[in-house]
């Protein structure tokens, strides 16, 4: 069982940055694969970025990728998305989320443990 807490959201203007966190209770984070997903209003929710219960390995969205950066730490038993450049497009909640499993997915349906969620607002 994961317990997990998003934090660090709120306003910033465009070009910015933001780093969100994600504390994780329970004893099986270190091995959990984590990843992150954002809804924004009106919209599905997507797919953002993830990395396995090493931090080897990451993936991420394309529309995201050289701006945001996922890490963990597991002694601390959270997870990071640095969030850098952002635009009125990164609007949305974000979400933290694991799976039991080996490497990364971009498949919510594989994650089975998600958090509150967490606002991010970027002003133009």
Do not use: H
């Amino acid at each position: 069982q994961v317990q997990l807490v998003e934090s660090g959201g709120g306003l910033v203007q465009a070009g910015g940055s933001l780093r969100l966190s994600c504390a994780a209770s329970g004893r099986t984070f270190a091995t959990s694969p984590m990843g992150w997903f954002r809804q924004a209003p009106g919209k599905e929710r997507e797919f953002v970025a993830a990395i396995t219960w090493s931090g080897i390995r990451t993936n991420y969205e394309d529309t995201v990728k050289g701006r945001f950066t996922i890490s963990r730490d597991n002694a601390k038993n959270t997870l990071y998305l640095q969030m850098n450049s952002l635009k009125p497009e990164d609007t949305a909640i974000y979400y933290c989320a694991a799976f039991e499993g080996w490497g990364t997915s971009r498949r919510q349906y594989e994650y089975k443990y998600w958090g509150q969620g967490t606002q991010v607002t970027v002003s133009s």
